[in-house]
T-cell receptor, first 113, second 112 residues
Framework: DQQVKQNSPSLSVQEGRISILNCDYT??????FLWYKKYPAEGPTFLIS?????DKNEDGRFTVFLNKSAKHLSLHIVPSQPGDSAVYFC????????????FGAGTILRVKS | DAGVTQSPTHLIKTRGQQVTLRCSPK?????VSWYQQALGQGPQFIFQ???????QRGNFPDRFSGHQFPNYSSELNVNALLLGDSALYLC???????????FGPGTRLLVL
């Protein structure tokens, strides 16, 4: 039972354009969401997070949007840079879930120069 | 600061064997979590250790066990290895907020 789904296995974007990565969840208990970036041979690194009391959080080129009614969140990267090419994981958690992270399967982002 | 370190980086075992993976947390971190990442999937939570005790556990059988030492380092033990245990095993350390969780590079286990 996949509680967090990233339905796009890969995404290819031109440098300077916007990258939009999507994530859906099914468990209504989740109230905190995080995005991680992973380069080959490295562990995932935290990128940005959002609490369910917000619908948007911005950090530089990265913005996460949360639509609670649709149980959907998205990560926007503007402008995309070649160094953004990596695997992006969406993760969800809540205190009621013991703060365990539940990850999606990831989306491979390729930014072409 | 070396961050989170894991050893070994790669390991090959055969079915039925036992394996021990090791993790040293980032300096100042007291909580260690272990994840299994199978090919093409996201990391899956195994368990979390804090103050040398298992605090949380994911949906993994008892063949998976762990330990945390007084210096906060941790071990993951897997008994009676199955082919399906082949995966990247990630260790993450944190202190307080979940955003502070740092992942190590992982140990890639291949079970033949």
């Amino acid at each position: 039972d996949q509680q967090v789904k990233q339905n796009s296995p890969s995404l290819s974007v031109q440098e300077g354009r916007i990258s939009i990565l999507n994530c859906d969840y099914t468990n209504s208990m989740f109230d905190y969401f995080l995005w991680y970036k992973k380069y080959p041979a490295e562990g995932p690194t935290f990128l940005i997070s959002i609490s369910s009391i917000k619908d948007k959080n911005e950090d530089g080129r990265f913005t996460v949007f949360l639509n609670k009614s649709a149980k959907h969140l998205s990560l926007h990267i503007v402008p995309s840079q070649p160094g953004d090419s990596a695997v992006y994981f969406c993760a969800a958690t809540s205190e009621g879930y013991g703060n365990k992270l539940v990850f999606g399967a990831g989306t491979i982002l390729r930014v072409k120069s | 600061d070396a961050g989170v370190t894991q050893s070994p980086t790669h390991l090959i075992k055969t079915r039925g064997q036992q394996v021990t993976l090791r993790c040293s947390p980032k300096s100042g971190h007291d909580t260690v979590s272990w994840y299994q990442q199978a090919l093409g999937q996201g990391p899956q939570f195994i368990f979390q250790y804090y103050e040398e005790e298992e605090r949380q556990r994911g949906n993994f059988p008892d063949r998976f066990s762990g330990h945390q030492f007084p210096n906060y380092s941790s071990e993951l033990n897997v008994n009676a290895l199955l082919l399906g245990d082949s995966a990247l095993y990630l260790c993450a350390s944190s202190s307080g907020r979940i955003e502070t969780q740092y992942f190590g590079p992982g140990t890639r286990l291949l079970v033949l």
